[in-house]
């Protein structure tokens, strides 16, 4: 019955009207980071756009925002805008989707730059910024533990120091070793081109509801096996009747274009886990466990 549920929601998600933004620290207050798009606006009339609107998160928090409009789009006003971004510590390439309910209520799926959905309000940025400043205390106090023990060492000799040049050169060169291996096992993943499917690359997914518009690759995987340019990927159903070609987009680690199509058609639903294998470096077999 509760697969069912989340079902019929999902469902119900793919017709309401939605739009996503990437939050970056550089332009979050511009009107372009608060524009509402035109083809998402179309749908509204202009006396809908006269009231403001309600932006309510995952965990129940809420905030009013007025609507605006320049001489070329819509966009929310600044000063709720910025409380909203302020009370969620926003502005480290969050991506964000807003899906409306109706009556100019929208909720929002807040996602973290490694991928991860905040499900809970954020620590506020002063104790951060308190954090920061006790970590700084410790490491000055733990540098000059450092110093004293050194200065009651004795001075130390040119064979003490060529020694310790040398133990550091050998130190690096391990590390650009291990680094170089890294990067072979890395290009032989993403070279890979006809491995039977115990040796394939894969990755597993929990699909979510906020994975409607976009799926969001976790870092470690784009990392290891995703391209490090914009790519179209062909997405493949087991039963080899249905395929969809979806953009890989670097900047966000995310797939954009196109996986919208695939999660109504293929169909996906909350609760789904996606298994992604690599057939080659930009196809991918899609297989779907129900829960």
Same mark, same amino acid.
């Given at each position: 019955m509760?697969?069912?549920?989340?079902?019929l929601r999902?469902? %119900?998600?793919r017709k309401n009207?939605s739009f996503?933004?990437?939050v970056h620290?550089?332009?979050?207050?511009s009107?372009?980071?608060?524009a509402l798009?035109?083809?998402?606006?179309?749908?509204?009339?202009d006396?809908?756009?006269?009231?403001?609107?309600k932006i309510?998160?995952?965990?129940?928090?809420s905030? #009013?925002?007025?609507?605006s409009?320049n001489?070329?789009?819509y966009?929310?006003?600044k000063?709720?805008?910025?409380?909203?971004?302020r009370?969620?510590?926003?502005?480290n390439?969050?991506?964000i989707?807003?899906t409306?309910?109706?009556?100019?209520?929208?909720?929002?799926?807040?996602?973290k %730059?490694?991928?991860k959905e905040?499900? %809970?309000p954020? *620590?506020?940025?002063?104790?951060l910024?308190s954090?920061s400043?006790? *970590?700084t205390e410790?490491e &000055?106090?733990d540098?000059? &533990? &450092?110093?004293?023990v050194?200065?009651?060492?004795?001075?130390t000799t040119?064979? #003490?120091?060529?020694?310790?040049?040398l133990?550091?050169g050998?130190?690096?060169?391990? &590390?650009?070793?291990?680094s170089?291996r890294t990067?072979?096992?890395?290009?032989?993943?993403?070279d890979?081109?006809?491995?039977?499917?115990s040796t394939?690359?894969?990755?597993?997914?929990?699909?979510?509801?906020?994975y409607?518009?976009?799926?969001?690759?976790?870092?470690?995987?784009?990392?290891?096996l995703m391209p490090?340019?914009k790519?179209i990927?062909?997405?493949?159903h087991p039963?080899?009747?249905k395929?969809w070609?979806?953009v890989?987009?670097?900047r966000f680690?995310a797939?954009?274009?196109?996986?919208?199509?695939?999660?109504?058609?293929?169909?996906l639903?909350?609760?789904?886990?996606?298994?992604?294998?690599?057939?080659?470096?930009?196809e991918?077999?899609?297989?779907v466990?129900?829960p």
């Amino acid at each position: 019955m509760a697969r069912n549920a989340d079902y019929l929601r999902c469902k %119900q998600e793919r017709k309401n009207e939605s739009f996503f933004k990437v939050v970056h620290s550089i332009n979050i207050s511009s009107e372009n980071m608060r524009a509402l798009p035109h083809d998402f606006v179309r749908s509204f009339s202009d006396q809908e756009l006269s009231r403001k609107i309600k932006i309510r998160a995952q965990w129940g928090s809420s905030w #009013e925002v007025g609507i605006s409009k320049n001489p070329r789009f819509y966009f929310m006003e600044k000063s709720g805008w910025e409380k909203f971004v302020r009370d969620n510590a926003l502005g480290n390439s969050e991506f964000i989707t807003f899906t409306h309910k109706g009556k100019m209520h929208f909720t929002v799926n807040i996602f973290k %730059q490694d991928g991860k959905e905040m499900m %809970q309000p954020p *620590k506020s940025r002063a104790f951060l910024a308190s954090s920061s400043r006790i *970590k700084t205390e410790q490491e &000055e106090d733990d540098m000059k &533990e &450092e110093v004293v023990v050194s200065s009651n060492r004795g001075p130390t000799t040119a064979a #003490e120091s060529k020694g310790r040049k040398l133990n550091l050169g050998k130190k690096a060169a391990k &590390e650009s070793q291990n680094s170089k291996r890294t990067e072979k096992v890395v290009k032989a993943r993403r070279d890979y081109t006809g491995a039977s499917s115990s040796t394939a690359a894969e990755f597993t997914i929990l699909f979510k509801q906020g994975y409607l518009i976009f799926l969001r690759i976790p870092n470690s995987v784009a990392k290891d096996l995703m391209p490090d340019e914009k790519t179209i990927f062909k997405i493949h159903h087991p039963n080899g009747k249905k395929s969809w070609n979806v953009v890989f987009l670097v900047r966000f680690g995310a797939f954009s274009g196109g996986w919208r199509r695939l999660v109504k058609e293929y169909p996906l639903a909350v609760g789904d886990t996606c298994k992604f294998s690599f057939i080659k470096p930009d196809e991918l077999l899609l297989v779907v466990s129900k829960p």
